[in-house]
């Protein structure tokens, strides 16, 4: 994740919205596409489907997606062979979510209105048709029948049939019809209040105009626009009579990439005290629906009963419960404080001595701009000279070399067939492996503009399963990112924090092109939810590398390769807050925790119980009247589920530290990487994928869950030291 406002990051990913209420997997699709071949020339429609040749396209989408589930259905109310059953089911899953996860892209990134209109119709439609076959109890036996009679089952099939049963039982099939009605009604509710959060961030990011223009860096002001100040104090969008103009300044829209720009380099701070409290206080709108949402989510784990939806949502993931999570954030939380102390009162220090004022305290619109001066200066690091170094072409050609160096295979770029895109800058690139053949699609859309989903995320489009013998439907899949600048990609410089959000999305996307499970259920990111973050935060390891980085970084003019001495110096600056910003991660996981926890039986405001986590848990100040919950889309997509990051933190750095470390771009790093965890995608238990790829001490068992082993993230964090002579200073006898 990338900081929105003051460290939490952008990036998510949507399928948790659906899983949490879909008994069938709502994440692959059955129908044909061109997108998963190389033909080219021939039109087709959007993603390769020939349906969506124009916006209407997805009715039809929607009516053949449910004939030919019906179909399914039919066929196993004649319960066939067990194996027939489950393959079966497989099938209306992968069928409906061709149209689900089409229209989940669309609306989140197509220009063209009318497809977003349909996309959202398509959406809703198929969402209903979901609803009768979460309650349709001919399904249900059956599958129950499968999972009792399946002895001669694969080892994938029988857990494919445990998990379709669990996912029933789960959505309320078992319920009396008054409960199970409820049920349906609440995940109605609870998607419609989910769009809405999300919709309303977009709807109303804030602003704040600041005159004059001096006050904003020259380097950043392509990012803002332009606005004049009448003689009566209006602020005007255009010029109009210039004799009623007094003077030109900027309207800041306080989106969460343009809010870190602008508290990282203005030096002003009344200008970065207006960009973060308004950054932090909007969409007021979201306070009813975030109150509406943790009320639904809350009524729905009673009636299925759970003590809080926390529970609920834990109950299939690898921690299985809040007691095992809560006692993993509240340790982590005190190892960290000392060291997150320290470097706050370092950077309170500097804004002492840069301001003259002896004792002046440090503000939360300060600590962005004061640590970056604190990096730049010991580092020596100028942000445009390492930018330089990472043209967006040279980029792309560094998830090349990943999975030549790793897998063996190739990506090449592929011709889009009139139709299948959705805007002239997507590219559409083919894995390649010289013995298997085409692993895999991805397409890229990179750029950021109007109206598309603002972060940066993988989207499935469509999931791997085996539909015979001989044929495997290939996985696709879109990375979408929302780099600034130009279309022409050589004009196009990333930022290093871009460059490792490319490698953390390209991480997921990998995971399902690499997949090679049987059964779409199980495809690629289909994992438990505290298992998902593991390989995107593995990859970003490769993008601090220098063994990996010399490969690919080259300046824009002269081609010369990144030099070692700045790759140091980009690796230091990342050590020095390690700790506020570990610090603030576990903060976000305890929000997450608390909201969806058990809910006290005296009601208190969600901005109530943000303020006192934020004082408990950080070490810096609370500023009243900043709600930052409002617009952390974490809390609708990873419900109860923001500890994941924490948990791939911690197997990510075990991973890199027993087998990536030492050789990093090996063969025999990416086979033991894709053979022994990626192909397997959700097909096996996450322990056993965790054990098997790196050995023992990568996680431990805690109060009937699973919880991961932290030495090696402590240790790269440096954070190992400090805990033992804290404990040490604790231990001490008082004097007397």
Same mark, same amino acid.
């Given at each position: 994740?990338?900081?929105?406002?003051?460290?939490?990051?952008?990036?998510?990913?949507?399928?948790?919205?659906?899983?949490?209420?879909?008994?069938?997997?709502?994440?692959?699709?059955?129908?044909?596409?061109?997108?998963?071949?190389?033909?080219?020339?021939?039109?087709?429609?959007?993603?390769?489907?020939?349906?969506?040749?124009?916006?209407?396209?997805?009715?039809?989408?929607?009516?053949?997606?449910?004939?030919?589930?019906?179909?399914?259905?039919?066929?196993?109310?004649?319960?066939?062979?067990?194996?027939?059953?489950?393959?079966?089911?497989?099938?209306?899953?992968?069928?409906?979510?061709?149209?689900?996860?089409?229209?989940?892209?669309?609306?989140?990134?197509?220009?063209?209105?009318?497809?977003?209109?349909?996309?959202?119709?398509?959406?809703?439609?198929?969402?209903?048709?979901?609803?009768?076959?979460?309650?349709?109890?001919?399904?249900?036996?059956?599958?129950?029948?499968?999972?009792?009679?399946?002895?001669?089952?694969?080892?994938?099939?029988?857990?494919?049939?445990?998990?379709?049963?669990?996912?029933?039982?789960?959505?309320?099939?078992?319920?009396?019809?008054?409960?199970?009605?409820?049920?349906?009604?609440?995940?109605?509710?609870?998607?419609?209040?989910?769009?809405?959060?999300?919709?309303?961030?977009?709807?109303?990011?804030?602003?704040?105009?600041?005159?004059?223009?001096?006050?904003?860096?020259?380097?950043?002001?392509?990012?803002?626009?332009?606005?004049?100040?009448?003689?009566?104090?209006?602020?005007?969008?255009?010029?109009?009579?210039?004799?009623?103009?007094?003077?030109?300044?900027?309207?800041?829209?306080?989106?969460?990439?343009?809010?870190?720009?602008?508290?990282?380099?203005?030096?002003?701070?009344?200008?970065?005290?207006?960009?973060?409290?308004?950054?932090?206080?909007?969409?007021?709108?979201?306070?009813?629906?975030?109150?509406?949402?943790?009320?639904?989510?809350?009524?729905?784990?009673?009636?299925?009963?759970?003590?809080?939806?926390?529970?609920?949502?834990?109950?299939?993931?690898?921690?299985?419960?809040?007691?095992?999570?809560?006692?993993?954030?509240?340790?982590?939380?005190?190892?960290?404080?000392?060291?997150?102390?320290?470097?706050?009162?370092?950077?309170?220090?500097?804004?002492?001595?840069?301001?003259?004022?002896?004792?002046?305290?440090?503000?939360?619109?300060?600590?962005?701009?004061?640590?970056?001066?604190?990096?730049?200066?010991?580092?020596?690091?100028?942000?445009?000279?390492?930018?330089?170094?990472?043209?967006?072409?040279?980029?792309?050609?560094?998830?090349?070399?990943?999975?030549?160096?790793?897998?063996?295979?190739?990506?090449?770029?592929?011709?889009?067939?009139?139709?299948?895109?959705?805007?002239?800058?997507?590219?559409?690139?083919?894995?390649?492996?010289?013995?298997?053949?085409?692993?895999?699609?991805?397409?890229?859309?990179?750029?950021?503009?109007?109206?598309?989903?603002?972060?940066?995320?993988?989207?499935?489009?469509?999931?791997?399963?085996?539909?015979?013998?001989?044929?495997?439907?290939?996985?696709?899949?879109?990375?979408?990112?929302?780099?600034?600048?130009?279309?022409? =990609? &050589?004009? @196009?410089?990333?930022?290093?924090?871009?460059?490792?959000?490319?490698? #953390?999305?390209? +991480?997921?996307? !990998? %995971?399902?092109?690499?997949?090679?499970?049987?059964?779409?259920?199980?495809?690629?990111?289909?994992?438990?939810?505290?298992?998902?973050?593991?390989?995107?935060?593995?990859?970003?390891?490769?993008?601090?590398?220098?063994?990996?980085?010399?490969?690919?970084?080259?300046?824009?003019?002269?081609?010369?390769?990144?030099?070692?001495?700045?790759?140091?110096?980009?690796?230091?600056?990342?050590?020095?807050?390690?700790?506020?910003?570990?610090?603030?991660?576990?903060?976000?996981?305890?929000?997450?925790?608390?909201?969806?926890?058990?809910?006290?039986?005296?009601?208190?405001?969600? =901005? &109530?119980? @943000?303020?006192?986590?934020?004082?408990?848990?950080?070490?810096?100040? #609370?500023?009243? +009247?900043?709600? !930052? %919950?409002?617009?952390?889309?974490?809390?609708?997509?990873?419900?109860?589920?923001?500890?994941?990051?924490?948990?791939?933190?911690?197997?990510?750095?075990?991973?890199?530290?027993?087998?990536?470390?030492?050789?990093?771009?090996?063969?025999?790093?990416?086979?033991?990487?894709?053979?022994?965890?990626?192909?397997?995608?959700?097909?096996?238990?996450?322990?056993?994928?965790?054990?098997?790829?790196?050995?023992?001490?990568?996680?431990?068992?805690?109060?009937?869950?699973?919880?991961?082993?932290?030495?090696?993230?402590?240790?790269?964090?440096?954070?190992?030291?400090?805990?033992?002579? &804290?404990?040490?200073?604790?231990?001490?006898?008082?004097?007397?």
């Amino acid at each position: 994740m990338r900081i929105p406002i003051h460290g939490f990051h952008p990036k998510f990913h949507l399928r948790q919205i659906l899983n949490s209420r879909f008994s069938l997997h709502p994440k692959t699709r059955q129908f044909r596409s061109r997108a998963v071949s190389r033909d080219n020339g021939v039109p087709t429609g959007l993603y390769g489907f020939d349906h969506l040749k124009t916006a209407k396209g997805f009715r039809r989408f929607v009516d053949d997606a449910i004939e030919r589930s019906g179909e399914l259905v039919n066929y196993i109310s004649k319960m066939p062979s067990s194996a027939e059953i489950i393959r079966a089911m497989d099938e209306i899953s992968d069928t409906v979510c061709s149209v689900v996860d089409s229209a989940e892209l669309c609306r989140q990134t197509h220009p063209d209105r009318e497809f977003v209109d349909e996309a959202n119709k398509a959406s809703m439609r198929i969402n209903e048709y979901l609803h009768y076959l979460n309650t349709n109890h001919t399904l249900y036996n059956a599958v129950k029948r499968a999972e009792h009679n399946g002895d001669s089952f694969t080892k994938e099939a029988h857990r494919a049939a445990h998990h379709l049963r669990m996912d029933f039982e789960k959505g309320g099939i078992h319920l009396c019809d008054e409960k199970l009605d409820r049920v349906n009604q609440l995940h109605i509710d609870i998607l419609q209040l989910c769009r809405e959060f999300g919709e309303n961030i977009i709807i109303d990011p804030g602003h704040v105009d600041i005159f004059p223009a001096s006050l904003i860096p020259r380097h950043i002001q392509y990012l803002l626009k332009p606005i004049y100040q009448s003689t009566s104090g209006v602020s005007l969008e255009s010029l109009g009579s210039p004799t009623n103009v007094k003077g030109k300044g900027f309207r800041i829209i306080t989106e969460p990439q343009t809010v870190s720009s602008i508290l990282q380099s203005t030096p002003d701070d009344e200008v970065r005290k207006m960009v973060y409290v308004k950054g932090n206080s909007v969409p007021h709108a979201n306070f009813k629906v975030l109150d509406e949402l943790i009320a639904a989510r809350h009524e729905l784990a009673q009636i299925m009963g759970n003590k809080s939806y926390a529970e609920f949502v834990m109950k299939p993931n690898m921690a299985s419960s809040p007691e095992v999570v809560m006692p993993f954030l509240l340790e982590m939380s005190r190892m960290v404080r000392p060291k997150a102390d320290e470097e706050i009162n370092k950077i309170r220090d500097l804004k002492r001595e840069k301001s003259g004022q002896r004792y002046v305290g440090l503000e939360p619109w300060d600590e962005t701009y004061y640590t970056a001066m604190m990096k730049s200066s010991a580092c020596n690091l100028d942000p445009s000279v390492v930018a330089s170094y990472f043209p967006l072409p040279q980029c792309i050609k560094g998830l090349k070399v990943l999975v030549e160096s790793l897998f063996g295979a190739r990506f090449d770029s592929v011709p889009l067939a009139p139709g299948e895109t959705w805007h002239p800058s997507v590219l559409k690139m083919c894995l390649h492996h010289p013995e298997e053949g085409d692993l895999g699609y991805l397409y890229l859309d990179l750029y950021s503009r109007k109206g598309k989903y603002p972060g940066c995320a993988s989207f499935a489009i469509k999931g791997g399963r085996r539909i015979s013998e001989t044929e495997y439907q290939l996985p696709v899949v879109a990375l979408v990112c929302n780099f600034s600048g130009s279309h022409d =990609s &050589s004009a @196009v410089w990333l930022n290093h924090w871009e460059v490792e959000t490319l490698f #953390h999305e390209f +991480g997921h996307a !990998l %995971h399902s092109l690499l997949s090679r499970t049987d059964y779409q259920h199980f495809s690629g990111t289909r994992v438990a939810l505290d298992l998902a973050e593991t390989p995107s935060n593995l990859f970003e390891y490769y993008a601090w590398d220098y063994r990996v980085l010399r490969r690919f970084a080259r300046h824009h003019s002269t081609g010369e390769a990144i030099p070692e001495k700045l790759v140091a110096s980009i690796q230091h600056a990342r050590d020095m807050f390690q700790a506020t910003e570990l610090q603030r991660q576990i903060f976000y996981a305890l929000i997450d925790q608390t909201l969806f926890g058990e809910q006290p039986p005296l009601t208190r405001s969600t =901005s &109530s119980i @943000v303020a006192d986590l934020k004082r408990q848990h950080t070490s810096g100040k #609370h500023v009243e +009247g900043t709600h !930052l %919950h409002i617009r952390f889309s974490h809390l609708i997509n990873y419900g109860a589920g923001y500890y994941s990051y924490l948990y791939a933190k911690c197997f990510a750095a075990t991973i890199w530290k027993k087998l990536c470390q030492d050789d990093p771009l090996s063969l025999t790093t990416g086979t033991a990487l894709r053979t022994k965890f990626l192909q397997h995608g959700g097909a096996k238990e996450p322990a056993e994928l965790l054990n098997d790829l790196v050995g023992d001490g990568i996680l431990r068992y805690s109060n009937g869950g699973i919880v991961p082993d932290i030495t090696s993230f402590l240790d790269e964090v440096r954070l190992v030291e400090e805990d033992k002579q &804290s404990r040490l200073l604790c231990n001490r006898p008082k004097a007397m």
